[in-house]
Each structure stands twice: as C-alpha cells, then as structure tokens.
C-alpha cells in the first residue's frame, strides 16, 4: 500500500509540475508563481544574502540547469557571463529575457563623480545602466505579460489557468501602485530620500521622487562627498536612509546619527514585492511602518 501511495505521489508531482523554470532572483520567483501556480517548478540561482553582480552558482544548481525547460533572465550583472554557460550546458533550455522591451535608466553616478578615479570597479559595473527595473510596478506589469506568454508557448493545454492568474496579478500590481500613490501624496516640498546603494532609480522615477545615493559604483564617499551629502540631506528634510542587508551599513550609520533619522534595512532582492515598495513609500513619507 506504501508503495502504490508513493507512486501516486511520485506521478501527481509529475503532473502537476509539467514545466521546470530557472530565475535569477527573488522576485521574479514571486512573478513566476504568481502566474505559473502549481503548474511550474521554480529553482532560484542568487540566493538571499548573495548579490546578483558577482553571483556564482553552485553545482546542484547547475543541476537544476541541466533539467530546465526555461530560463527567464532579467538583465543582472552576473547572467552575462553565466547565460552562455547554462545555454551549452542545456541546448533545449529557452531563455526568455524579461527585460526586454522595459525602457532602462542610467545608474546613478556619485556626488564627487570619483574625480581621476577610474570609474570601473569589479562586480558593479553596469555599463551605465540601471539593472533594477522591477522596482516599479509599470515595469512588472511587462515583465508578468512575457512570463505568462513564455508559459502559453510552453504549455497550451493549461494557457486559461495562466491566463486567470496573470489577470489577477495584473489587478494587484494596480491596487499597488494605487497605494503607493496615495501614501507619497501626502508629501509636501522635497520628493528625495536617501539610499546606500542607488537600487530605487525606477520606483523613483514611477513616482516622481529622486534617490540620493551614499555609494556608487561599489565606493564608499570621500570625505568631501560625505559632508556635501549631510548637507543636501539637512536641507531636504531626508526622513530616513535605505541600506541593504547584502552591503555594509557603517557609513549609512554615520549619517543617521548626524541627521537623527533611522536607518532603514530593505533589498530590492526581497521575495514579498509589494510589501516591500509599500513599505519604502511610507518611510519616504515620514509615516509609521
């Protein structure tokens, strides 16, 4: 009896995880499964804790490569010189670029601009643009569009299944995006907040807000740019600064004690999206969490 009940199992996972997807991040795990139910299994490659520019996977999960039946890819550092990798290791593997069609942004350069310094440094070089793009809902809304299409490719016989969870994603990714606008109205005069690592370019752009970044390019401030930084924050009333659980917080630390304001952890590596980008907005706006 054992045995038949283990097979039963055994063949009723099989059924019901038809397709086995590979994301480079957490969030788009969320994405995936929003959409995909139980009809996909989803393996993770940068795991929490790990920065998605210098990630390195290990070898159960190039195991989890080699029994893909789809990659969705996002446009982080490390997928450029690993994509190529999983694709000889896996040639029937399709690779859906989830970036694609998203209009990017420049990262943020530094106060100082790191004069006579060389502006490239190892494992944040973005080539200028802003890798972060699911910080704004406008741009999830795209990415969710391209999940749901890659899965109807890969699987016809279950397309109105996806069809009814994308529509559901889609309505709470407006009711999101409805109270972060209402959360930010409140906000009078200065529309800036303070970030580490300049990882909120698009959710500020969405709303109408801009980031003012501690450290780019992987670099700490100068003490020059330290100061310039605590004066710029002083007069526009900065109400609390962002740092990351993946960097260091000493300088952001600083700056707190000096303004009197909290430092405030959050990635935008975090699984629970929405909660995540409610809970940014209310900081900026000076109201309990």
Do not use: C
């Amino acid at each position: 009896m054992k045995n038949i009940t283990l097979l039963f199992l055994l063949f009723t996972t099989y059924i019901l995880s038809n397709i086995n997807a590979v994301v480079s991040i957490l969030p788009q795990k969320t994405f995936v499964e929003a959409i995909a139910g139980d009809k996909v299994n989803v393996s993770l490659m940068v795991k929490p804790g790990n920065s998605p520019h210098t990630y390195e996977p290990k070898p159960s999960q190039m195991l989890d490569i080699s029994k893909a039946d789809l990659y969705f890819s996002i446009d982080v550092e490390f997928e450029k010189v690993w994509l190529p990798k999983f694709k000889s290791l896996n040639k029937k593997m399709q690779i859906i670029d989830l970036a694609d069609n998203i209009e990017k942004i420049k990262m943020e350069r530094s106060h100082d601009d790191h004069a006579g310094e060389d502006e490239h440094h190892e494992g944040h070089d973005h080539e200028g643009a802003d890798p972060h793009i699911w910080t704004a809902p406008k741009n999830v809304k795209i990415i969710a569009e391209h999940i749901y299409e890659a899965l109807v490719q890969t699987d016809v016989k279950n397309s109105t299944y996806y069809k009814k969870n994308l529509q559901t994603f889609l309505a709470s990714l407006e009711e999101t995006d409805r109270k972060i606008k209402e959360i930010l109205s409140s906000l009078k005069g200065s529309r800036k907040f303070m970030v580490f690592h300049p990882s909120w370019g698009y959710f500020a752009k969405a709303y109408n807000l801009e980031q003012i970044a501690v450290e780019v390019e992987g670099k700490e401030p100068k003490p020059k740019a330290l100061i310039h930084l605590l004066k710029e924050a002083k007069e526009e009333k900065v109400r609390a600064i962002f740092t990351q659980p993946e960097f260091s917080d000493s300088v952001s630390k600083i700056i707190a004690n000096e303004l009197h304001i909290p430092v405030i952890k959050v990635s935008p590596l975090a699984p629970n999206w929405s909660e995540n980008l409610i809970s940014i907005a209310n900081a900026i706006a000076g109201k309990d969490q």
